[in-house]
């Protein structure tokens, strides 16, 4: 536009010889020339306004889609946070009921041992008021009980587990073997077995730790640690690279044990390895992957 009028203007200066004779033709031309400069300054405040207008747009939807990603960053890190305290508490709520189920039994075992021990000054009396076998009085060497060099089963067992959390892995681990060897057949036999496998665990030593847990689901059945064998079992799979066999084992626990605690850690786990939880019929995995 700017270039328009400059031409304009060039023709008429051009032309004003030809007009140079006529006052009012002058005049004219004067008058002609102004409202050009009139238009011109009003198309150049106009573009000024409007220009003005577009900056103020620009700006605002620049300061939109800014607040609209720190908007999106801001739940993005919520979400992430939501997810590590998820993960947080189920572990947290595992372990409380990984503690309760060691509290539980510790009390069958003392329970048992109080029956025994009854059953024992039983057998005791009785042995007094009868006559001992061979002509032998009561309460001779030949009817005493044989004993076990081994502390009893109880206090070995809690000595281990004192041991073991407090971090003293190889004495715990010289403790939960000495149990086992001495009280094989103990309620409290598949405990030791699982705490020997969380050692390995510790260590790093996974494939040890899949053995150890092997004996937890094999010998020992119907303990209460095989959920969390299972679990840990899939968890060293893992480590050690064997995702599917991992990942099998972690729906084989989901779908043997769905309201455990171990369960929410398997699907958490399963979830952050982007596969589904989905299983087939329950039946226990390959002992030996």
């Given at each position: 536009m700017?270039?328009?009028?400059?031409?304009?203007?060039?023709a008429l200066l051009l032309a004003l010889p030809a007009f140079a004779g006529t006052k009012e033709q002058l005049i004219q031309l004067q008058t002609t020339v102004q409202m050009l400069q009139d238009n011109m300054a009003r198309m150049q405040q106009s573009f000024d306004e409007r220009m003005g207008v577009m900056k103020d747009l620009i700006t605002q939807q620049t300061d939109n889609v800014n607040n609209m990603s720190r908007t999106v960053d801001n739940l993005q890190k919520t979400l992430q946070q939501q997810?590590?305290?998820?993960?947080?508490?189920?572990?947290?709520?595992?372990g409380?009921?990984?503690?309760?189920?060691?509290a539980v039994d510790e009390l069958?075992?003392?329970?048992?041992?109080?029956?025994?021990?009854?059953?024992?000054?039983?057998?005791?009396?009785?042995?007094?008021?009868?006559?001992?076998?061979?002509?032998?009085?009561?309460?001779?060497?030949?009817?005493?009980?044989?004993?076990?060099?081994?502390?009893?089963?109880?206090?070995?067992?809690?000595?281990?587990?004192?041991?073991?959390n407090a971090g003293k892995n190889d004495l715990a681990g010289q403790e939960f073997t000495q149990f086992l060897q001495a009280y094989g057949s103990h309620d409290l036999a598949g405990n030791a077995q699982f705490y020997l496998g969380e050692i390995d665990y510790r260590k790093g030593n996974f494939q040890g730790a899949i053995q150890d847990y092997n004996k937890v689901l094999d010998q020992y059945p119907?303990?209460?640690?095989?959920?969390?064998?299972?679990?840990?079992?899939?968890?060293?799979?893992?480590?050690?690279g064997q995702k599917d066999a991992g990942v099998t084992e972690l729906r084989s626990l989901i779908s043997r044990y769905p309201k455990s605690p171990?369960?929410?850690?398997?699907?958490?786990?399963?979830?952050?390895?982007?596969?589904?939880?989905?299983?087939?019929?329950s039946r226990p995995s390959p002992r030996h992957p």
């Open positions: 700017k270039k328009l009028i400059f031409i304009a203007l060039f997810n590590n305290d998820s993960a947080g508490k189920v572990d947290q709520v595992s409380q009921v990984q503690a309760l189920h060691d069958k075992a003392k329970l048992a041992q109080v029956s025994k021990q009854l059953n024992d000054i039983q057998a005791a009396q009785q042995n007094i008021t009868a006559p001992a076998p061979g002509g032998g009085s009561p309460g001779s060497p030949g009817s005493a009980l044989p004993r076990n060099d081994a502390p009893p089963p109880d206090v070995l067992y809690n000595n281990a587990l004192g041991d073991f119907g303990g209460n640690k095989g959920a969390a064998a299972q679990l840990k079992k899939g968890f060293a799979l893992l480590e050690l171990e369960a929410i850690q398997a699907r958490d786990r399963l979830t952050k390895l982007g596969v589904t939880a989905t299983t087939g019929r």
